[in-house]
């Protein structure tokens, strides 16, 4: 253990990128507001799409099985994962040389748990489809009490995984051990953090594949007199093509970045990780906004759910303005006398009162 005395808790981030022979990133200010606004862009329709997913799984009650409510937990993720991009892009370029360690941490923290949430989401689901079919049904018999426990677990395990560095396994007492891509990193925990989750990319994978020979399997011995009763199980497939969908674009959006991680926590000198930092996290975020896009395309009870709450929002927002406009009082204009002449029944209504 290296004394308190040389640790640098209390440099600026500047301080660790200079250590790490970081150079500074060349931003202008219109390159910065057009990555901002751009980005911007992305972040709203992440927050808004996967807010509509977790509505969507909370109105419809034929949503409400173990597979969705998982899936709602999975749109979560990716919500979490819009916010963390928004608070990065705004703590970039020459910004995130000023910030502080404790402002780091927050930013790579927020990335770092959105991810492992994915992942263990993932994960989860995988298993949760496994167990639906081979028993040959739509939704497992998991009950809520036991998806509440998994969804608990899911953001406790994800979360911890996110706060790891700022509990210890970092280099700031260390500063030969300092990363290039995150400089107050460990490389030992780059290690960690880039194979552990290549190890369950690679089970993920697996499970699928399982699942595929088995329903291959499975419907290449039934009898061709059972094609209604096959037609009747298409569900559970179509389901299994969805998650499979959405696990694709996760490896092939996240596999890149992680396997560049491991090549900077190996201290590769010669792979020049920077540069593919950039392209990286915009991989990171396509993902985010392909997920929503993939629900809708593929489960047209989703793309219907999302159309009825996209008109209920507008048909509120219509009341809205309706009843504003029948609650507003009379202008000064309309009081002295600019306002439509009154009709031949309110002229009648006036002379039988003033006979009264």
Not at 49 to 54: D, H, L, T, W
């Amino acid at each position: 253990m290296f004394p308190h005395s040389q640790c640098h808790y209390g440099e600026i981030m500047e301080f660790f990128y200079n250590n790490s022979s970081q150079k500074k990133d060349e931003w202008d200010s219109t390159q910065l507001i057009l990555v901002q606004v751009v980005g911007s862009l992305f972040c709203c329709f992440i927050l808004v799409s996967n807010a509509m997913v977790i509505a969507a799984v909370i109105t419809n009650k034929r949503f409400h099985y173990p597979f969705y409510y998982l899936l709602a937990n999975l749109a979560a993720s990716d919500f979490l994962a819009g916010i963390a991009y928004v608070y990065l892009m705004f703590n970039t370029g020459p910004v995130s040389r000023l910030l502080t360690v404790k402002g780091y941490f927050i930013r790579q923290g927020l990335l770092d748990t959105s991810l492992s949430a994915s992942l263990a989401n993932l994960l989860v689901i995988a298993l949760e489809r496994y167990i639906s079919v081979m028993n040959w049904k739509v939704h497992s018999n998991l009950t809520k009490r036991r998806v509440t426990l998994l969804i608990v677990l899911v953001w406790a395990i994800s979360i911890f995984m996110g706060a790891v560095p700022s509990l210890g396994w970092h280099c700031i007492c260390n500063l030969e051990d300092c990363s290039q891509l995150a400089p107050i990193f460990s490389r030992s925990y780059l290690i960690f953090w880039s194979v552990s989750n290549l190890i369950v990319f690679l089970v993920m994978v697996c499970i699928y594949m399982r699942i595929y020979m088995y329903v291959k399997k499975k419907t290449s011995v039934l009898n061709p007199h059972t094609s209604g009763s096959i037609n009747r199980k298409r569900t559970p497939i179509k389901l299994i093509k969805t998650v499979m969908t959405v696990l694709g674009a996760f490896v092939i959006c996240w596999t890149p970045g992680l396997v560049v991680l491991l090549l900077d926590g190996l201290h590769c000198e010669k792979c020049q990780v920077m540069l593919f930092k950039r392209w990286l996290l915009l991989l990171a975020v396509l993902n985010s906004v392909m997920n929503p896009c993939i629900y809708s395309y593929k489960d047209e009870e989703m793309w219907t759910t999302f159309k009825n709450l996209l008109r209920c929002i507008g048909n509120g927002t219509r009341r809205q303005r309706s009843s504003r406009a029948n609650a507003r009082p009379l202008s000064s204009a309309q009081d002295t006398g600019n306002s439509q002449p009154p009709s031949d029944e309110t002229k009648s209504d006036e002379q039988g009162i003033l006979k009264t």
